[in-house]
């Protein structure tokens, strides 16, 4: 099957120890029971360290003061991959911050908006974000049936349809986000209207830095006021863009493609409450917009927890407008 993927995630390489904002730091770190089970049968010099960094019972790296993983060394370089090499990252360390959607005839691969690197290259990326074939992966198609076929085909157009909304810069991006709202049948003024800020303050696993910010976000009601400045109407197209390859082909039926754009959606108008809350403390916009999408993502996207809460919500969104 083919392997494809959008413009601005070519060339993508980890800052590694440049990083200002470590994979390797604040969360915990789960493994693989294959990599466990290799860590165990190790035997070579680098062994009573590699033991030594692995909670085998809990199944995940040991943490050293500011939740720092214990192979993170103090140039903020892994130990595993210096000592043994990349054949011993578990599969959280050797994806993340990637992601993959499986579909019948190709894997759509991504990275994550929680690495300051892709987060930059894609609030910088400036023409329309097309699809390209990387490689073929030599993996034979997947066999659907005829309803899973045509329901693979209405989440594509569905799909289409919601790029070529917000790749169209005719519009503004104003109108191009008030369109998205009549292609999944939703008001945007309820949708405004519901009270997003206390949702994301009540979101689990919030640092205290990302609810100060939320605190301060201007999450504005007013469907006509929101995204007013054209000079940052490229840099949400491609944001819009990331979203919507990422999350819309995951729905299982027609209320959750409505529900997931809903999300997406969802996610621009945090990114840009933030965004328009802190905006006057900078002098470099790009800067502060490539931030706060960073956070957003490791802070809400990253936790599955939090995805799924904000997804039960647009979904009362979705499913209401199914209704005769």
Same mark, same amino acid.
């Given at each position: 099957?083919?392997?494809?993927?959008?413009?601005?995630?070519?060339?993508?390489?980890?800052?590694?120890?440049?990083?200002?904002?470590?994979?390797?730091?604040?969360?915990?770190?789960?493994?693989?029971?294959?990599?466990?089970?290799?860590?165990?049968?190790?035997?070579?010099?680098?062994?009573?360290?590699?033991?030594?960094?692995?909670?085998?019972?809990?199944?995940?790296?040991?943490?050293?003061?500011?939740?720092?993983?214990?192979?993170?060394?103090?140039?903020?370089?892994? $130990?595993?991959?210096?000592?043994?090499?990349?054949?011993?990252?578990?599969?959280?360390?050797?994806?993340?911050?990637?992601?993959?959607?499986?579909?019948?005839?190709?894997?759509?691969?991504?990275?994550?908006?929680?690495?300051?690197?892709?987060?930059?290259?894609?609030?910088?990326?400036?023409?329309?974000?097309?699809?390209?074939?990387? #490689?073929?992966?030599?993996?034979?198609?997947?066999?659907?049936?005829?309803?899973?076929?045509?329901?693979?085909?209405?989440?594509?157009?569905?799909?289409?349809?919601?790029?070529?909304?917000?790749?169209?810069?005719?519009?503004?991006?104003?109108?191009?986000?008030?369109?998205?709202? $009549?292609? #999944?049948?939703?008001?945007?003024?309820?949708?405004?209207?519901?009270?997003?800020?206390?949702?994301?303050?009540?979101?689990?696993?919030?640092?205290?830095?990302?609810?100060?910010?939320?605190?301060?976000?201007?999450?504005?009601?007013?469907?006509?006021?929101?995204?007013?400045?054209?000079?940052?109407?490229?840099?949400?197209?491609?944001?819009?863009?990331?979203?919507?390859?990422?999350?819309?082909?995951?729905?299982?039926?027609?209320?959750?493609?409505?529900?997931?754009?809903?999300?997406?959606?969802?996610?621009?108008?945090?990114?840009?409450?933030?965004?328009?809350?802190?905006?006057?403390?900078?002098?470099?916009?790009?800067?502060?917009?490539?931030?706060?999408?960073?956070?957003?993502?490791?802070?809400?996207?990253?936790?599955?927890?939090?995805?799924?809460?904000?997804?039960?919500?647009? $979904?009362?969104?979705?499913?209401?407008?199914?209704?005769?």
């Amino acid at each position: 099957m083919e392997v494809r993927t959008l413009g601005f995630f070519i060339g993508f390489k980890c800052a590694a120890a440049k990083c200002r904002h470590n994979c390797c730091t604040g969360w915990q770190i789960d493994i693989d029971d294959e990599t466990l089970k290799k860590y165990k049968k190790y035997k070579g010099e680098y062994g009573k360290t590699l033991l030594g960094g692995v909670d085998f019972k809990g199944k995940r790296f040991r943490t050293t003061d500011g939740k720092r993983c214990a192979f993170l060394n103090k140039d903020n370089l892994c $130990d595993l991959i210096i000592n043994l090499g990349e054949d011993y990252l578990c599969d959280v360390c050797r994806e993340h911050p990637r992601y993959r959607n499986y579909l019948s005839d190709r894997v759509e691969y991504g990275v994550g908006i929680c690495c300051e690197e892709i987060a930059k290259a894609v609030i910088n990326y400036t023409p329309a974000a097309r699809t390209v074939t990387l #490689c073929d992966d030599g993996e034979a198609p997947v066999s659907l049936s005829s309803e899973q076929r045509e329901f693979e085909k209405t989440a594509l157009s569905f799909r289409e349809k919601a790029f070529g909304i917000f790749q169209n810069r005719d519009l503004s991006f104003n109108e191009r986000f008030n369109l998205a709202f $009549d292609l #999944c049948g939703v008001s945007g003024r309820d949708f405004l209207a519901f009270g997003w800020k206390d949702v994301f303050l009540k979101l689990e696993r919030l640092g205290d830095g990302w609810r100060e910010r939320i605190e301060n976000a201007v999450f504005t009601a007013d469907l006509s006021t929101v995204f007013p400045d054209s000079d940052y109407s490229v840099p949400f197209e491609q944001l819009a863009t990331y979203f919507i390859h990422r999350h819309v082909v995951n729905a299982v039926d027609k209320t959750d493609l409505k529900s997931r754009l809903l999300f997406c959606v969802l996610s621009l108008y945090a990114i840009d409450a933030v965004f328009t809350g802190e905006r006057a403390k900078t002098d470099d916009g790009k800067v502060l917009l490539a931030d706060v999408a960073r956070e957003y993502s490791a802070q809400v996207e990253y936790s599955d927890e939090n995805v799924n809460a904000l997804l039960d919500l647009t $979904d009362r969104f979705s499913i209401a407008s199914d209704r005769p």
